[in-house]
């Protein structure tokens, strides 16, 4: 649907095998001709949704990077654990 968002790619943290996940991050890419990318996270999942706007794609990524770091900081600390993390990168469509 033309200007609606488009998910670029998500991970989703899992501390068991629940399937239920402690965390996400998601990167979407506008589409009203902007060039401007959105990542959103919930941390925990079941939170509101908190979003932040980057000007490239590089930044979106790095900024998702710097959150997933810190939700891995945060669950050692508040867990004792590594979680795992599942990924699933998306082509335009």
Request: charged residues 25%.
């Amino acid at each position: 649907m033309p200007g609606q968002p488009q998910v670029r790619a998500a991970w989703w943290l899992h501390l068991d095998d629940s399937g239920i996940p402690a965390a996400t991050v998601r990167i979407e890419q506008r589409m009203d001709g902007s060039g401007r990318w959105i990542v959103l996270h919930n941390v925990p999942a079941e939170n509101p949704t908190r979003r932040s706007e980057h000007g490239s794609e590089h930044e979106a990524h790095a900024e998702a990077q710097r959150l997933r770091d810190w939700i891995d900081g945060l669950t050692r600390w508040q867990h004792g654990i590594t979680g795992t993390w599942r990924i699933n990168a998306r082509e335009p469509y």
